[in-house]
């Protein structure tokens, strides 16, 4: 079965501090995406990749980097933490038809 | 605008009832999927739709890229469908998919 794992699950961040989401998955998927998710907008894609060495821009990608260094490693970066930026992600992986997401990662950013 | 409308917002159902939930799109899209969020928070893929109508158990979703819209039907709903029901749409770049708002379903024993 599909396997999406995402790390740290928690986080607390400062202000203008770096964070580093790592997802990693087993399922061979050359798709790979980070979406946040928060109270009255749903979730919204940030970065996403069509396989290792490619990152792509997605809906929401300000103040976000992308790493793709891997088949099944994507990681989202916050070079300047800020309160903003605060909220769920999700990282997820996928064939051309269907998704498969983390349990997600709560970042707060004090 | 939002290029994904999500309707309703919540929804209540008695068990073993029947419902329906309904995005509409502001453009064609390539595709539409459906999720559905757990109360712990996890998402799970319901369908994927190019076109046409999908059946799963007492799950069925239609997608119409003409007309702008899918849906997805709960028929005899259990206890266990409870959660948020996101629908998903794949427009302009490939793989760059657009959430709705969600429609949260409550079942009601």
């Known amino acids: 079965e599909a396997a999406v794992t995402q790390s740290p699950r928690n986080k607390v961040a400062v202000t203008g501090g770096k964070v580093t989401l790592s997802c990693n998955q087993t399922?061979?998927?050359?798709?790979m995406y980070w979406y946040r998710q928060d109270t009255g907008h749903g979730l919204r894609l940030i970065h996403y990749?069509?396989?290792?060495?490619?990152?792509e821009k997605g809906d929401i990608p300000d103040g976000y980097k992308a790493s793709r260094p891997s088949q099944e490693n994507f990681s989202l970066i916050l070079e300047l933490a800020t309160p903003s930026q605060t909220s769920v992600y999700f990282c997820a992986s996928g064939d051309d038809y269907e998704q498969y997401f983390g349990p997600g990662t709560r970042l707060t950013v004090l | 605008g939002m290029p994904v409308e999500q309707n309703p917002p919540a929804l209540s159902l008695y068990e073993g009832a029947d419902s329906g939930l309904r995005c509409n799109f502001s453009?064609?899209?390539?595709?539409v999927q459906w999720f559905q969020q757990n109360h712990r928070g996890r998402l799970i893929t319901l369908f994927y739709l190019a076109q046409g109508t999908k059946e799963n158990g007492r799950l069925k979703s239609t997608f119409n890229s003409k007309e702008r819209y899918s849906t997805l039907h709960i028929k005899d709903a259990q206890l266990e469908d409870s959660g948020t029901y996101f629908c998903a749409a794949e427009w302009r770049s490939y793989q760059n998919f657009y959430f709705g708002k969600g429609t949260s379903l409550t079942v009601i024993p």
């Open positions: 990749s069509y396989g290792a060495g490619s990152t």
């Open positions: 399922n061979n998927h050359n798709n």
């Open positions: 453009t064609t899209m390539k595709s």
